[in-house]
Nanobody, 124 residues
Framework: QLQASGGGLVQAGGSLRLSCAASGRTFRSYSVGWFRQAPGKEREFVAAIRGSGGHTYYADHVKGRFTISRDNAKNTVLLQMNSLKREDTAVYYC???????????????????WGQGTLVTVSS
């Protein structure tokens, strides 16, 4: 139901744009989050966008470098990643949920639907 794409190999300082595509007419009402998991580390919150109102939220370590947005006509949520650092290397996952409350938007365990992940590798 969720398909993440756009990962790849990029040099430090470069950019990538991840895409999370979904099926279903009600996707526009879902909150969508991006999470990432580096080898040996726990999955962590990166960014999220609400379905209603489109408010956005970011982890401190990506604020100012990453931008989350949604194209409801295409049932897609994008994550534009600029000024990439080696520590951004991870598998990136998108997740969606129709009934998240604001206090849960950064919590991976609160999302019902997950994509398969896309690998981002940042080289020095």
């Amino acid at each position: 139901q969720l398909q993440a794409s756009g990962g790849g190999l990029v040099q430090a300082g470069g950019s990538l744009r991840l895409s999370c595509a979904a099926s279903g007419r009600t996707f526009r009402s879902y909150s969508v989050g991006w999470f990432r998991q580096a080898p040996g580390k726990e999955r962590e919150f990166v960014a999220a966008i609400r379905g209603s109102g489109g408010h956005t939220y970011y982890a401190d370590h990506v604020k100012g470098r990453f931008t989350i947005s949604r194209d409801n006509a295409k049932n897609t949520v994008l994550l534009q990643m600029n000024s990439l650092k080696r520590e951004d290397t991870a598998v990136y996952y998108c997740a969606a949920d129709s009934s998240l409350i604001l206090s849960s938007i950064r919590m991976a365990g609160q999302y019902d639907h997950w994509g398969q992940g896309t690998l981002v590798t940042v080289s020095s």
